[in-house]
C-alpha cells in the first residue's frame, strides 16, 4: 500500500495549507522530504526565469517621455485658485445690481385722506390687521420665493 503524498499534497505543503500529518509525513519520510524539495526548486527556477525575464525586458527598453510638458502640482493649483479668485470678484460685483429691485422698499403705509368716511376707513383698518405678515416684515419676504407668483403681500387675501 502506497502511503505517500499526492501530487496535490505536496503542492499544499509548497503553498503552506498542509495538515499536520502531512507535515509528520514530510518530516519522516525521505522520499517525500525529496520530492518536496525538487518541486520547491522547480517552482524557485521558474520564478527567478519570470523575474530575470522582466528585468531583461525593462532593461532592454528605454523610459518614455510623456509627449507634453509635466507640470508640477502648484502650478495647477494656483490657476485653479486665480479662476476661483475670478469668478469670486465677478459675483461680488453682479450680486448687487440684481438684489437691489428686490430689496427696495416698498410703500407699507397707504395713504389714507383725512376726510374719508367712516366705511373707507375701516376697510382700511381692516386690511391692515388681516395682512399675512407685518408691516416691517413685507421687505424680507420678496426674498422669500413664492409659491403663487400671482399673489401680493399685504391686503386681504
Not at 33 to 54: H, L, P, W, Y
Not at 61 to 67: I, M, Q, T, V
Not at 97 to 103: E, G, Q, S, V
Not at 113 to 134: F, G, I, K, Q, W
Request: net charge negative; with cysteine.
Amino acid at each position: 500500500m502506497n502511503n505517500h503524498l499526492t501530487e496535490d499534497q505536496v503542492a499544499e505543503y509548497i503553498v503552506g495549507r498542509s495538515a499536520r500529518a502531512e507535515l509528520q509525513h514530510i518530516a519522516g519520510c525521505k522520499q517525500c522530504r525529496s520530492e518536496v524539495e525538487r518541486f520547491g526548486g522547480t517552482i524557485a527556477a521558474f520564478r527567478n526565469a519570470v523575474r530575470d525575464r522582466i528585468e531583461t525586458r525593462v532593461a532592454s527598453h528605454p523610459a518614455h517621455l510623456p509627449p507634453f510638458p509635466v507640470q508640477s502640482r502648484t502650478t495647477a493649483v494656483s490657476k485653479w485658485q486665480w479662476a476661483l479668485a475670478g469668478a469670486m470678484m465677478v459675483i461680488i460685483a453682479v450680486v448687487p445690481f440684481i438684489t437691489r429691485d428686490r430689496l427696495m422698499p416698498q410703500e407699507v403705509v397707504e395713504a389714507v385722506p383725512a376726510e374719508t368716511n367712516p366705511d373707507e376707513l375701516m376697510d382700511a383698518v381692516y386690511r391692515h390687521l388681516s395682512r399675512t405678515v407685518p408691516a416691517p416684515m413685507e421687505r424680507v419676504m420678496v426674498l422669500i420665493p413664492d409659491e403663487e407668483p400671482d399673489t401680493k403681500s399685504g391686503g386681504v387675501q
